[in-house]
């Protein structure tokens, strides 16, 4: 008697813990109606087409139109708060433009920022979602790979991630990328696209058995997901890399190695000499040793100044070089404040020059520096054999970088493609476009800098003339097998 009474308690207990976790999970819903979210998504439509440079440079304004349309009807009946957050991300999307983002705030921003992670890092390759790391309970071997999380094949979800996040362009490959990294991570997006659940239903490719097996994994703080990766794998996965550069010379195998993880070292009021000093010092050892072979790795550069990419071609090329045709905005500092609200004192700033479409040119180049005049540096000019290593983590002004590259230069590029060439857009000015009745954002970058490459290259990222990725198992044992490519394949004999 006295059993079956603990077991009905434990019944009773379950239940109760069961109704209070779904209450805790739902006791911050906000419902939205139809005439708020579609005045707001109004208002985002009309500023896009007034303020955002690019906004049809991957769409006609007759898709653009139809789009909006599609989403006026998705939210013509009551939606909870993040599901309009996912409308919106649609929107954005749709652009393909990676400095235009979507920001919640309040309540809504709060949620979203503390919602509980998956607790595993991915790489994704090939649609194929493979975990790398796992900060679960489960002891899921690293390398397996992810067939369904909660019903959902993995290819299904990948393109259904897409929908909601672009890269630059119209290519995957960027965001397939983000997706195993921590700017835009499987484990956080999946919560925000499918809904935040206390636990998922995973079903696996066992890595070492082969055997497919399905378990439950609970979601966890970002806290715990930190506490758990230092704990198990005694570093934390980060999206800034603490080095912006760094060089060596392989005198025995002929080669330099130059990596540069953005283009900014500290910040972007740094000494406008900082990168050109650093370029300097490596090309003079370059020329003093007769170096032959040089490798350029841009792989996850995160982007900077786009003068600091230019100023890297000098060294190749025999003819000034003007890499910017460009820089244009839509409107002058009056434009803007009809427009917006908002003072942003863009005359000043930009040097604004009116063109006689409407537009305004960038006529400073203080700040724009990559609208300077670029002449060759012949004293420790290069012409060796140039390889450049390139990712779907290159992005922004790393985008340009590859893309003056390709154009000027007969590198060689192994890897995969890149995020994009930066072709629609430049981060350096941005607005916020707030709903006013949502808790809901949009930034909009301001200025559209035309890069003197092929428009032909401006559509998709640079794609490498070999197409090179890590395997599973090369990520598993630390080891970069596109490097080693490189050095297998590609070094020249240095020169009598």
Same mark, same amino acid.
């Given at each position: 008697?006295?059993?079956?009474?603990?077991?009905?308690?434990?019944?009773?207990?379950?239940?109760?813990?069961?109704?209070?976790?779904?209450?805790?999970?739902?006791?911050?819903?906000?419902?939205?109606?139809?005439?708020?979210?579609?005045?707001?998504?109004?208002?985002?439509?009309?500023?896009?087409?007034?303020?955002?440079?690019?906004?049809?440079?991957?769409?006609?304004?007759?898709?653009? =139109?139809?789009?909006? /349309?599609?989403?006026?009807?998705?939210?013509?009946?009551?939606?909870?708060?993040?599901?309009?957050?996912?409308?919106?991300?649609?929107?954005?999307?749709?652009?393909?433009?990676?400095?235009?983002?979507?920001?919640?705030?309040?309540?809504? +921003?709060?949620?979203?920022?503390?919602?509980?992670?998956?607790?595993?890092?991915?790489?994704?390759?090939?649609?194929?979602?493979?975990?790398?790391?796992?900060?679960?309970?489960?002891?899921?071997?690293?390398?397996?790979?992810?067939?369904?999380?909660? +019903?959902?094949? %993995?290819?299904?979800?990948? *393109? =259904?991630?897409?929908?909601?996040? %672009?890269?630059?362009?119209?290519?995957?490959?960027?965001?397939?990328? &983000?997706?195993?990294?921590?700017?835009?991570p499987f484990n956080k997006l999946?919560?925000?696209?499918?809904? =935040?659940?206390?636990?998922?239903?995973?079903?696996?490719?066992?890595?070492?058995?082969?055997?497919?097996?399905?378990?439950?994994?609970?979601?966890? %703080?970002?806290?715990?997901?930190?506490?758990?990766?230092?704990?198990?794998?005694?570093? =934390?996965?980060?999206?800034?890399?603490?080095?912006?550069?760094?060089?060596?010379?392989?005198?025995?195998?002929?080669?330099?190695?130059?990596?540069?993880?953005?283009?900014?070292?500290?910040?972007?009021?740094?000494?406008?000499?900082?990168?050109?000093?650093?370029?300097?010092?490596?090309?003079?050892?370059?020329?003093?040793?007769?170096?032959?072979?040089?490798?350029?790795?841009?792989?996850? !550069?995160?982007?900077?100044?786009? +003068? !600091?990419?230019?100023? *890297?071609?000098?060294?190749?090329?025999?003819?000034?070089?003007?890499?910017?045709?460009?820089?244009?905005?839509?409107? !002058?500092?009056?434009?803007?404040?009809?427009?917006?609200?908002?003072?942003?004192?863009?005359?000043?700033? &930009?040097?604004?020059?009116?063109?006689?479409?409407?537009?305004?040119?960038?006529?400073?180049?203080?700040?724009?520096?990559?609208?300077?005049?670029?002449?060759?540096?012949?004293?420790?000019?290069?012409?060796?054999?140039?390889?450049?290593?390139?990712?779907?983590?290159?992005?922004?002004?790393?985008?340009?970088?590859?893309?003056?590259?390709?154009?000027?230069?007969?590198?060689?590029?192994?890897?995969?493609?890149?995020?994009?060439?930066?072709?629609?857009? /430049?981060?350096?000015?941005?607005?916020?476009?707030?709903?006013?009745?949502?808790?809901?954002?949009?930034?909009?970058?301001?200025?559209?800098?035309?890069?003197?490459?092929?428009?032909?290259?401006?559509?998709?990222?640079i794609v490498p003339d070999y197409?090179?990725?890590?395997?599973?198992?090369?990520?598993? !044992?630390?080891?970069?097998?596109?490097?080693?490519?490189?050095?297998?394949?590609?070094?020249?004999?240095?020169?009598?």
């Open positions: 008697m006295k059993m079956g009474t603990n077991r009905i308690f434990k019944k009773v207990f379950t239940v109760i813990l069961l109704m209070c976790l779904m209450v805790g999970w739902s006791q911050e819903t906000v419902i939205y109606q139809p005439q708020q979210m579609q005045t707001d998504l109004k208002k985002f439509q009309q500023l896009l087409i007034k303020t955002h440079p690019g906004l049809y440079t991957h769409q006609s304004p007759l898709e653009f =139109e139809q789009m909006m /349309n599609n989403l006026f009807l998705e939210t013509s009946k009551p939606m909870e708060a993040k599901s309009f957050y996912k409308v919106v991300l649609k929107l954005v999307a749709s652009i393909h433009d990676g400095h235009t983002d979507v920001h919640a705030f309040k309540e809504l +921003g709060e949620r979203i920022s503390n919602q509980k992670l998956i607790p595993l890092e991915v790489y994704v390759r090939n649609e194929r979602i493979h975990i790398i790391k796992d900060m679960s309970t489960q002891q899921i071997p690293e390398g397996s790979e992810i067939l369904e999380m909660d +019903g959902n094949l %993995s290819n299904e979800i990948i *393109l =259904e991630i897409l929908t909601h996040f %672009s890269s630059d362009g119209i290519s995957d490959s960027g965001m397939q990328h &983000f997706l195993g990294v921590s700017y835009r999946y919560p925000t696209i499918y809904g =935040e659940k206390p636990s998922y239903k995973l079903t696996y490719r066992d890595y070492k058995t082969k055997e497919i097996v399905t378990t439950n994994i609970m979601a966890i %703080s970002k806290e715990q997901y930190k506490a758990n990766e230092l704990e198990k794998y005694e570093y =934390e996965s980060k999206r800034w890399t603490k080095d912006a550069f760094s060089f060596d010379i392989n005198k025995s195998q002929d080669y330099a190695y130059l990596k540069i993880n953005r283009f900014f070292k500290d910040s972007f009021q740094e000494p406008e000499n900082t990168y050109p000093d650093y370029y300097k010092k490596c090309f003079k050892e370059i020329f003093a040793y007769n170096i032959q072979n040089l490798i350029i790795d841009l792989r996850n !550069n995160d982007g900077g100044k786009g +003068g !600091n990419a230019a100023y *890297l071609l000098q060294y190749f090329i025999d003819k000034p070089l003007f890499p910017t045709e460009e820089i244009t905005i839509l409107g !002058n500092e009056e434009y803007f404040l009809k427009t917006t609200g908002d003072t942003l004192y863009l005359d000043y700033d &930009f040097g604004l020059e009116p063109k006689k479409n409407g537009t305004f040119k960038v006529t400073k180049t203080d700040i724009m520096s990559e609208l300077k005049t670029f002449n060759p540096i012949k004293e420790y000019s290069y012409k060796g054999k140039l390889i450049v290593l390139i990712d779907g983590g290159v992005v922004s002004a790393g985008g340009t970088a590859a893309g003056l590259l390709k154009e000027y230069t007969d590198a060689t590029f192994v890897g995969s493609e890149t995020f994009g060439t930066a072709g629609v857009s /430049n981060g350096v000015q941005k607005i916020y476009i707030k709903g006013d009745h949502t808790q809901m954002a949009i930034s909009v970058p301001l200025l559209h800098a035309e890069y003197a490459i092929d428009p032909s290259l401006k559509k998709r990222g197409q090179i990725s890590n395997s599973v198992q090369d990520l598993l !044992n630390d080891n970069d097998a596109v490097l080693e490519f490189v050095l297998k394949n590609f070094l020249n004999s240095k020169k009598d």
